[in-house]
């Protein structure tokens, strides 16, 4: 796909986000459909219109969703990755953090992502090997400081968040909604870490992880190992979205003590 394609693909993605944002009005939309995992029609909706996108765009390639989960035996060697809604709770409770994310992943290894943020009017890209922009204006390569911006989505700091919150010197901490949206923060610079203590499913983490290496950030489990994307969906060592090297030994540290 040329450049030309990729930006009308990306230009679908946002006209899609925008349409997620204007259902918070729908009571048809809002209709709850799984209580445990907070699921609404809404996300059903935005499932099948991602789905038509990117079938119209790569027709052939596989498709799996948050919403049309099944465990497979065996991954396909191309596929992409959507989560039509990361961040409902925030998309149903009003509020500016969630997000439309795709991705694309060739032999197990994410190639192409894209977040995008309705609320904020921000998208996010990143291409293997290429670079990472935000609304189409390059990311530059993220750079070691003395700042430590945490981010987390409670209104102060809970569980490994509240740890590190209390042992390292935080300059700022963040109240921030979806999982994409957090990890966004740490790629574009506005934050320098994001921890998390939870089961992390490959919806959730396969998009930003392209834009993580784009911009030299650290993307790790709770274990340090690195992110993987075959067997399971489901990562039960947690996440680790760190500026650097140094603070992703730091933040280790803190872990392991």
């Not at 040329?2 to 006209?15: D, P, Q, T, V």
């Not at 209580?35 to 809404?42: G, H, L, N, R």
């Not at 992409?80 to 290894?109: C, H, K, M, R």
Request: negative net charge; charged residues 20%; aromatic residues 10%.
């Amino acid at each position: 796909m040329n450049l030309f394609e990729m930006k009308a693909f990306e230009k679908e993605i946002i006209s899609i986000g925008d349409m997620i944002c204007s259902w918070r009005g729908s009571q048809e939309a809002r209709k709850v459909v799984d209580p445990i995992a907070f699921k609404t029609k809404a996300d059903l909706k935005a499932h099948h219109l991602l789905s038509d996108l990117i079938a119209k765009f790569f027709p052939g390639v596989a498709i799996l969703s948050e919403e049309d989960y099944k465990q497979v035996a065996e991954r396909p060697t191309c596929y992409w990755l959507l989560d039509p809604i990361d961040g409902t709770a925030s998309w149903f409770g009003g509020f500016d953090g969630f997000v439309t994310q795709v991705a694309y992943i060739e032999n197990d290894v994410p190639a192409y992502g894209a977040i995008y943020a309705p609320v904020l009017k921000k998208l996010w890209t990143a291409v293997r090997n290429k670079g990472a922009w935000l609304n189409h204006t390059r990311l530059p390569m993220l750079t070691k400081t003395n700042r430590l911006n945490l981010v987390d989505n409670y209104p102060t700091p809970q569980r490994i968040a509240e740890k590190i919150f209390n042992t390292m010197s935080v300059s700022c901490y963040i109240e921030c909604g979806s999982l994409g949206l957090k990890s966004c923060m740490v790629a574009d610079g506005t934050a320098d870490l994001f921890v998390k203590d939870v089961v992390i499913r490959d919806w959730d983490i396969a998009p930003i992880t392209v834009l993580i290496h784009a911009v030299g950030g650290c993307i790790r489990d709770l274990n340090g190992m690195p992110i993987t994307f075959v067997d399971s969906f489901d990562n039960n060592n947690g996440l680790i979205i760190a500026r650097d090297d140094a603070l992703l030994e730091a933040v280790l540290n803190i872990i392991a003590n």
